[in-house]
């Protein structure tokens, strides 16, 4: 399947998206972090859950907002003792595929 899960999502619950969406941009902007550093989060939390998808997307982003290469794959690589080798291993090509705008 190639076409895109959370367009999937818009398309099949507009409503819960809409709300979803909403949600996202509360946290957006929730003040003490900047930006960059609230994707780094959401690369680390996303590699976490072993998301490949979302660990491209926030890579993606991440970059967007002024984040090194290094910064995204430090943030992939900071869950080796929290989430184990294997979540890293999955998630670090994602994490670089999404830096470098491979989505």
């Keep these: 399947m190639n076409q895109n899960p959370y ?23 929730l003040e003490g972090l900047d930006a960059k550093t609230k994707q780094l989060i959401n690369i680390s939390i996303q590699t976490a859950n072993r998301n490949i998808r979302g660990v491209q997307m926030h890579a993606m982003m991440a970059k967007n907002e002024g984040a090194s290469r290094e910064e995204v794959v430090g943030a992939v690589v900071l869950n080796l003792h929290h989430s184990g080798f294997a979540s890293v291993l999955e998630c670090l090509p994602a994490a670089i595929d999404g830096f470098e705008g491979k989505f």
Excluded: H, Y
């Design 7 to 29: 367009e999937i999502f818009q398309k099949e619950c507009p409503e819960v998206a809409e709300r979803f969406n909403n949600l996202i941009e509360a946290q957006k902007s």
